[in-house]
């Protein structure tokens, strides 16, 4: 079946700090993969993606993912991160038999100062 | 700029009474999409319109409908909700034909049921 996976639920890191949001995905012969941040009572911002070409994406906000098509995981990074980086993250799957986006259940990225 | 509005930001109905949200775009594209989410929990789609042809997903409940009259506007009609109705409905758009391009998502509304 088709899915997507986050595995952490929460992240907390110290402001300034690097950080990594994991995203797994089921297999599939081709994919178009997406982050997205979403701030409190907003809807959700693409901050990346991945649709071919160069595995390591730069997306917005100086955040980074790279597409590892063997482990099929698109993990998202930031070197060192801000107060303002503090939102839900989701990762996001598409595959190219089917028309629907598939979202992870959200990594909650809080920074501690 | 070119986006994705949804009005109103907050909607508060009471148990039963029908509720209409609405969703416009500037974007031109021809894919309009409605989400449910849920307090930490991962958008959930309920259904979707490629043009003119409406797209249920299977497991959305009868008690939710939706129009699109034209491109720009999409509605999403609760018939009667319940108290576990309340979330964030979420509305995204997209151009299909091409593969591979990211939702828009407008900032939402927040409906209460009480």
């Known amino acids: 079946a088709q899915s997507v996976t986050q595995l952490d639920s929460q992240v907390p890191v110290f402001e300034e700090a690097p950080v990594e949001l994991r995203c797994n995905y089921s297999s599939s012969v081709s994919v178009y993969l997406f982050w997205y941040v979403q701030y409190p009572n907003q809807g959700l911002q693409l901050l990346l993606k991945?649709?071919?070409?160069?595995?390591l994406v730069k997306g917005i906000n100086g955040f980074e993912a790279e597409f590892n098509k063997s482990q099929t995981s698109f993990h998202l990074r930031k070197p060192s991160v801000h107060i303002s980086d503090t939102a839900e993250y989701f990762c996001?799957?598409?595959?190219?038999?089917?028309?629907?986006?598939?979202f992870g259940s959200g990594t909650r990225l809080s920074i501690r100062p | 700029d070119a986006m994705v509005i949804q009005n109103p930001r907050y909607q508060v109905t009471q148990f039963g009474k029908p509720v209409t949200l609405s969703c416009s775009q500037t974007l031109n594209h021809n894919v309009m999409y409605w989400y449910q989410q849920k307090s930490s929990q991962a958008p959930k789609l309920l259904f979707h319109?490629?043009?003119?042809?409406?797209?249920n997903e299977a497991d959305t409940p009868d008690n939710f409908q939706s129009r699109r009259p034209n491109t720009s506007f999409c509605f999403l009609d609760i018939r009667s909700p319940g108290l576990g109705d309340a979330a964030m409905y979420l509305c995204?758009?997209?151009?299909?034909?091409?593969?591979?391009?990211?939702?828009?998502f407008g900032n939402g509304t927040r409906l209460t049921v009480t």
């Open positions: 995204a758009t997209s151009r299909e034909g091409t593969g591979g391009l990211p939702l828009h």
């Open positions: 996001a799957v598409r595959y190219s038999s089917a028309s629907k986006i598939i």
């Open positions: 319109y490629y043009d003119k042809d409406f797209n």
């Open positions: 991945y649709l071919s070409g160069s595995t």
